[in-house]
C-alpha cells in the first residue's frame, strides 16, 4: 500500500515536472507569435486636426497583437493613451461626409509625427509602416519593460519559479537518487541550490528596493533611461563614443563622436555639475577621434556588439549591468559556504542586499565598474576553489577569469602578485610540488587570454609614437604647413594622424611651438579644462607630443598624461585625490626636479626620496578619504575587536591579556574622533592580514587578506576615489556579517548558560 502511494506521489511529480517544461515551451510560441504581430511599443496620442464638431464622427480605437480592442480613456482627443504598450494598428472608421485630418504622436525614446488622411465615411488601418523597421531583439526588450512593471505577472512568476524549485528538489532528492551519481547529486544539492537559492532571494530583496522609497534606489529608477549621464562620470564619454564608433563605423578604439549624424545619447546636464561638463565638453571635442590604447578593450567592444545587434541604447546596458550584478553577488553565499560552512551561507545571505545597496548606482555607469566588480567575485570563488583542490579544471578556469579581468579593468594587478607569490611559497617554501603543473597552466591560460591584447597595444602605441615623432620632427625643422598637409594626405605620418589632425594651419602650428610644446617639456602634461584658451589642432598636436613622449611600456599602455601620475603623488596630496598645482607652483618639487624624459616611478622614486615622511602623510590622506566614504570601514573595527574579546574570554584569556587591551582600545577609538577612527581602521586591517594564529576562530582565509592588501596597494598606488574600492570591499561585509552572527551566537550561549545557572542557584 505505500509502495502504491509513492508510486502515485511519483506520477504526480513527474505530471507537474511535464507541465512545467510544457508551460515554458507554449509561453515561448504565444510570445514569439505575440511579438511578430507587434508593430509598436510606446504611447500613442490621436490629435483632431479640423473643427471639434467632428471629434464624434470618427471613432479610434487601437488595436493590440492578439487583435484586441484598446478604447481611449481621454474623450478630448480621438485617442490618448499615455502608457507604453504594444500595438499593431490603429483603426479609423469615419461617418462623416468630409475628409478628416488627425496627427498621430508617437513615442518611443524620440516624438515622431504623423498627419493621417480618412476619406468619408471610410474605415482605415494605419499598421505604423511609416515607422522604421521595428527589430526583433528590441522587441524582446521592450517586452521585458513592460512585464517588469507588471506586479502581477511578477507575483506570478515568483509562485511559479517556487513551486517549480520545491517540486525538482523533492524528485531529486526522494525519488531520482539511484538516476545520479554522488558529484552531479552532490551539486544540485549543495552548491547549485545554494546559488539558485541566493539568485532568487536577492531577486525579491532587488524588487523590493525598487518598489520602495530608498533614496539611493530612486536616483537609480530615475536615471533608468536611454541616456548617458556624462555628470556621474566623465569617463563614459570615453566607453560609450568607443562602443558606437565600433558598432557604426566599425572603429576599433577610437573615442570622441565621429559622425555628428549619430546620436551618441550623451547628456551632459549643464546645471547639475557645470565645472566637469566643463571638462567633459573639452574632452568630447579635443580629444574625438584619438586612439584610446589605455581603455581595456572587453567592455567597450561587449556594449558596441549589443549595439551592432540590438540598437545604439543604453537603456540596453544599464538592465543587462543590473541582471550581472544581482547574478555576481549572489556568489556571495557561496563564498561564505566554502569558507565557513553554514555561518558562511548565513553571512553571504545577509551581505547580499547591502552590498547591493552599496553597488547598485554602478549599472548606471556605462564604464566596467559592474564587470569588474562582478568578474572579481567570481576570480575569489574560483581562488577558494583551487586552492582547496589543485586541479586542472580549476587552474584553467581561475587562469580564464584572471586573464578576461586584465581585459576588463587591471584592477587585480597586485592581486595577480600575490596570488603567484602564493603559489610560489607553497613549492618553494612547503615543498609542496605537486602543484607545479598546475601553476603553470593556470600561469599559461591567463597569459594566453590577456597577451594578445597587451602585445598589440604595445605595437600600436610604438606606431603611433613613431609616426608622430615624424610629424614632430617636421614641424621642428619649419616646413611650411601647407607641405604638411600635403604629406598627411599621402599618409606618409599614417593613416590614423591623417585622420586625427588634417588639415593644419600656420597658427596652429606657431601656437602649439610658443605655448604650449614648453609647457609639455617643463610639465609633461596640459590641463584639459584649459584647452578653450587653444585651438582644435594646437590641441591635438600637444596630444601627439605627449604620445610621442610616452616611455615604452610592456605590460599595461599609459594613458596620455592629461591629468598624469605625478598629480597623485606630490607635496600639495592632503586629501587623497589628484592635484595638478605642482604645475603651477615653481617652488613645488617636479618643477625644481627637470622631470622631462623620466619615467612617471624614477620621479616619484625621487620625490619620496627627498621627502620619506610624504609616503605616510599622502598614503594615509587617500585611505582616510576610503575610509570616510565607505561605512563598512567604521563599523569593521567594532565588530572584529567584539568577536576577539567574546573568543578570548572564552578560551585563553591570560596569555592573549595584552591582545585584548589591545581590542578594547580598538573599540574605544572607533568611537571618538574620525582622525582616531581611521587609525583604529587601519590596525584592524592589519590585524585581519597578518595576525592570523591569533584569530584563527575567524578562519580568515589567505585569498581575503590578498583582497583587502589589494584595496590597499591600489588605493596608494592611485588615488582614493570610492568607485574603485567597490571592485574589493565585498570581503570585508562577509567579515562582519560572520562577526556578527558568531557574535550573537556566543551571547545566546552565554545568556542560556546564566539562566540555566540562575535556575539552578534558586532551587
Known sequence: MIEKKNNIKYKLLKLLVIVYFIFPLLALITTFYYLSKANYYGSVLVVNMNDTTKIKSLNVTGLTPFYNIIESPNKNDYFDHSY?????????????????????????????????????????????????????????????????TNKTVIIICTIILIVFLIAITIIINKYLKTEFDNPIRNLINSKLRIYILSLFFLSI?????????????????????????????????????????????????????????????????????????????????????????????????????????????????????????????????????????????????????????????????????????SINILILFQYIRFRKDFKYLNAILLGVLLGFSFLIKSSLMFFVIFLFSDLLIKIIIHKDYSIIKKGIVLFTTFVLIWAPYNIYAIVQHKKNKYESRLLLKDIENGIDYCAINKKMTNCDYGRYIYEFLYPLDGSDINSFNEVLSPVIEKTQAIDI??????????????????????PDYFFIISIIPINTGLDMHNEYVTDGGMHPEWRIYKSSFYQSDNINNKSFITSVIKFYSKYPNKIFTVSYSKLKKIFSELFVFKILPLFISLFIIINLLNFKPRKYGIFMALMLLIILLSFVNPTVANIATIITLCILSFSR?????????????????????????????????????????????????SIVIVVNISIQKFIHRLGRYSK
Not at 541582471?323 to 547580499?352: C, D, Q, R, T, V
Not at 579644462?529 to 613622449?549: G, H, V
Open 84 to 148: 507604453p504598450r504594444f500595438y499593431s494598428s490603429i483603426s479609423f472608421k469615419s461617418s462623416y461626409d468630409d475628409v478628416i485630418n488627425v496627427k498621430i504622436l508617437l513615442s518611443n525614446d524620440t516624438v515622431i509625427s504623423d498627419i493621417i488622411t480618412i476619406q468619408p465615411n471610410e474605415t482605415l488601418i494605419y499598421n505604423f509602416n511609416k515607422l522604421p523597421k521595428y527589430n526583433k531583439s528590441r522587441k524582446l526588450f521592450d517586452l521585458f519593460k513592460l512585464l517588469s
Open 693 to 741: 594564529k591569533i584569530i584563527k576562530e575567524i578562519k580568515l582565509p589567505i585569498e581575503f587578506t590578498f583582497l583587502i592588501l589589494s584595496l590597499v596597494c591600489f588605493t596608494v598606488v592611485t588615488f582614493a576615489l570610492g568607485r574603485y574600492s567597490l571592485y574589493y570591499i565585498f570581503p570585508l561585509y562577509l567579515i562582519v556579517s560572520y562577526t556578527f552572527i
Open 529 to 550: 579644462r584649459n584647452c578653450d584658451n587653444y585651438s582644435l589642432k594646437t590641441i591635438r598636436l600637444a596630444l601627439l607630443k605627449m604620445n610621442s613622449e610616452l
Open 205 to 373: 530583496c532587488t524588487f523590493a528596493f525598487w518598489n520602495s522609497q530608498i533614496n539611493i534606489i530612486n536616483q537609480v529608477v530615475q536615471k533608468m533611461d536611454d541616456l548617458v549621464h556624462i555628470e556621474l562620470n566623465v569617463d563614459q564619454i570615453d566607453y560609450q563614443t568607443i562602443s558606437v564608433n565600433f558598432a557604426q563605423k566599425n572603429k576599433h578604439n577610437i573615442n570622441g563622436i565621429l559622425d555628428s549624424s549619430i546620436n551618441y545619447k550623451l547628456n551632459f546636464d549643464k546645471n547639475k555639475s557645470p565645472v566637469r561638463n566643463s571638462e567633459a565638453r573639452n574632452k568630447l571635442h579635443y580629444l574625438s577621434g584619438i586612439q584610446c590604447l589605455h581603455r581595456f578593450p572587453a567592455y567597450p567592444y561587449f556594449v558596441g556588439t549589443i549595439y551592432k545587434i540590438f540598437d545604439n541604447s543604453p537603456l540596453y546596458i544599464k538592465y543587462f549591468q543590473l541582471f550581472l550584478l544581482i547574478a555576481s553577488l549572489s556568489f556571495l553565499p557561496l563564498i561564505g559556504y566554502e569558507i565557513w560552512n553554514l555561518k558562511g551561507l548565513w553571512a553571504g545571505l545577509i551581505s547580499m542586499p547591502f552590498m547591493l545597496l552599496l553597488t547598485i548606482k554602478t549599472i548606471l555607469y556605462l564604464t566596467p565598474d559592474v564587470a569588474t566588480i
